[in-house]
């Protein structure tokens, strides 16, 4: 009889049970190394549409499609066995109607396998993800600084700054909370808002560059390792990954140049066949 080792994905009732309890720990990931790397650690990863700045080198997320968050989604998805994976919908692909946002959910969620799609808006998107979750599709929201909405706010702006912005910030919160979505990510808010809404809501508040009372954080993965040149102010850098890998490049370029290639005593020897 052989013994058969299951290992059982994150849910989504188990990542709601963070709410006021244990932080939820998230990271971004794009790739099937990293994902491997990170999922013993993680209780979710987001394949977020900061793919197109990070991997893509985009100037925003705008020019992000869903053709390419499932190639991500699927890369992600065969190097995880543990972690919730979550799959941004990007621009253009489900503000239109709810219908339309179910139709590109179900696409990611069939094609990729993973468990949620997370989507950006508050009080306006709040009747789509009650749509999406009415239908078997698990939501997470995201307000605050929503970086789809960059041309509206005239660049990468804290929101928040002023208590008179409060009231439509926490009324996002509250639509998201009671449309259904299990999570809510609150980016670049000002602290004492988003430790507010942490107490207001039902569900879990994931901050990035919002208040360390969040229920959970989430980092760009690549701004916590080092390889970002220019990560925003709120990262805590854990690597140096940037100039370790340029290092080694260098060391290896001048090995090739020197004829200094390792192997020669590694040569393998040819098997005669027949
Ligand atoms: O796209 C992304 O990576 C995100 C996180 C920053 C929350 O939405």
């Known amino acids: 009889m ?6 059982k994905r994150v849910t989504v009732p188990e990542i709601r049970a963070h709410k006021n309890a244990k932080p939820v720990v998230c990271l971004t990931c794009y ?23 990070v991997m893509h080198g985009m100037e925003s997320t705008l020019g992000v499609t869903l053709d390419m968050m499932i190639l991500h989604g699927n890369a992600v998805m065969r190097g995880s066995k543990h972690a919730l994976v979550v799959v941004d919908l990007p621009f253009g692909s489900y503000e239109e109607s709810p219908q339309v946002a179910f139709r590109s959910a179900a696409r990611v969620i069939q094609e990729t396998g993973c468990t949620a799609v997370k989507m950006e808006g508050g009080e306006r ?15 997470m929201g995201h307000i605050g600084l929503t970086p789809q909405m960059i041309q509206i706010f005239g660049g990468f702006k804290t929101q928040g700054r002023t208590e008179a912005e409060w009231p439509a910030i926490e009324a996002d919160a509250k639509a998201v909370a009671e449309a259904g979505a299990f999570a809510v990510v609150l980016e670049g808010m000002a602290e004492p808002l988003a430790a507010k809404i942490t107490r207001e809501i039902a569900i879990p508040t994931i901050g990035i560059g919002a208040s360390a009372e969040c229920d959970g954080q989430i980092l760009v993965m690549e701004d916590m390792l080092g390889l970002n040149p220019s990560p925003p102010k709120f990262v805590r850098q854990y690597a140096n990954m940037g100039p370790d890998i340029e290092a080694a490049v260098k060391a290896y370029a001048a090995d090739v140049r020197a004829r200094n290639f390792p192997g020669k005593e590694n040569v393998y020897t040819m098997k005669r066949v027949g």
């Open 125 to 139: 998107i709040a009747e789509t993800i009650r749509y999406l979750t009415l239908r078997g599709i698990p939501v």
């Open 2 to 7: 052989s013994a058969v080792v299951e290992t």
């Open 31 to 53: 790739h099937a190394h990293t994902a491997k790397l990170l999922d013993n650690h993680v209780d979710l990863m987001l394949v977020g549409d900061s793919l197109g700045m």
